[in-house]
């Protein structure tokens, strides 16, 4: 995965899960560090993410389908 901004852009990798996928840094040797992680619970019907903000605190968001606020 490539993001690009306006001062330049970076390569992350992309690990798949079985409910969704993780963007780790690229060519970094600890596995555990996971910028962003998506999710869908079909049962639920939620889709999940958390990102980690410039702080290094964690965000999650979750989208229910069928709600909506305006």
Known sequence: ???TNAYGSEEFDIELKGDGF??????VSD????????????????LT????DTTGAYV???FKKGTRKI
């Open 1 to 3: 995965m490539t993001s």
């Open 22 to 27: 993780e963007v780790k840094p690229k060519e």
């Open 31 to 46: 596995e555990s560090i996971v910028l962003m992680s998506v999710t869908y619970d079909n049962d639920a019907q939620t």
């Open 49 to 52: 993410y958390t990102i980690k």
């Open 60 to 62: 999650t968001y979750i």
